[in-house]
């Protein structure tokens, strides 16, 4: 697994080889950063943004983000596994200064995060998990994002979640397995 372009350019991040992670490919990452950096759709600029970076197993998404220039990325994540490699990623890459690791579920992130504002959001929970549904309409409540932002979720092509009540989406994408939804809490 490779970082597509930024500052960090070229360099290679460790990842998981198991049955419980599910690395973001390259081809889906790549598409997922030019619609974010070249669409009208969004108001929102990713340099010098902060991201929360959700169910971010060994944060290839937030890393690339890092490389890209943000200012800060929060990873969330709990499988002890996949927060070993993404700490290990961040000191390989000397990243620790503009990203903050928190090791809980994001279920327990949601509850005590309420003073904080984003400006992305990426959800990337299991396939098979329904209960991220529960946690977007928590989002929208806490009003933990600015007026400006973008959320970007990664499913299974075939997942049909009705996602209306808690987004306005502006935009799905299917590459291979993967469907990418992007879209901000209503």
Excluded at 40 to 56: A, G, I, P, R, T
Excluded at 97 to 120: G, I, P
Excluded at 123 to 131: N, Q, R, V
Excluded at 154 to 165: A, Q
């Amino acid at each position: 697994m490779r970082i597509i372009s930024g500052s960090l350019k070229g360099k290679t991040i460790n990842y998981l080889k198991n049955s419980t992670t599910r690395p973001l490919k390259d081809l889906v990452k790549e598409n997922i950063f030019n619609i974010i950096t070249h669409s009208s759709l969004f108001k929102v600029e990713l340099n010098n943004s902060n991201v929360l970076d959700l169910y971010s197993g060994v944060g290839s998404f937030g890393i690339e983000c890092l490389s890209r220039g943000v200012r800060k990325v929060t990873f969330v994540e709990n499988d002890l596994n996949a927060l070993n490699t993404l700490k290990k990623n961040l000191t390989l890459l000397s990243l620790n200064n503009r990203a903050e690791v928190v090791d809980t579920s994001v279920e327990f992130f949601l509850k005590k995060e309420k003073t904080f504002k984003y400006d992305f959001f990426f959800f990337d929970p299991p396939f098979a998990d329904k209960t991220f549904i529960e946690n977007l309409q928590f989002f929208k409540k806490s009003k933990v994002y600015k007026n400006s932002h973008v959320v970007v979720i990664h499913r299974d092509k075939k997942s049909e979640e009705n996602l209306n009540d808690y987004l306005n989406i502006f935009l799905t994408r299917k590459y291979g397995r993967s469907k990418i939804i992007f879209g901000s809490f209503k």
